[in-house]
């Protein structure tokens, strides 16, 4: 099972969604840490006049059906 940091950011003028996706966040980050980042993000990989909106980490199961080339 892995885990995944979703942060989701959304523009207030035309309500617009955008979403980060980052493996494997450590075990101890904290919500200032998480905030302190997605304050960074907007302007540079996320387009100004987006607001950070929430973020939580997901346990994903992956369940491979097929692999045709290796």
Do not use: C, H, W
Request: hydrophobic fraction near 35%; avoid cysteine; proline fraction near 3%.
């Amino acid at each position: 099972m892995a885990k995944k940091l979703r942060m989701s950011f959304v523009n207030s003028t035309d309500g617009k969604r955008k979403t980060i996706y980052l493996n494997d966040p450590k075990a101890d980050l904290t919500d200032t840490e998480v905030q302190n980042a997605m304050d960074s993000f907007v302007g540079v990989f996320i387009p100004s006049g987006y607001e950070k909106d929430s973020a939580t980490i997901v346990d994903t199961t992956t369940n491979e059906l097929f692999d045709l080339i290796q």
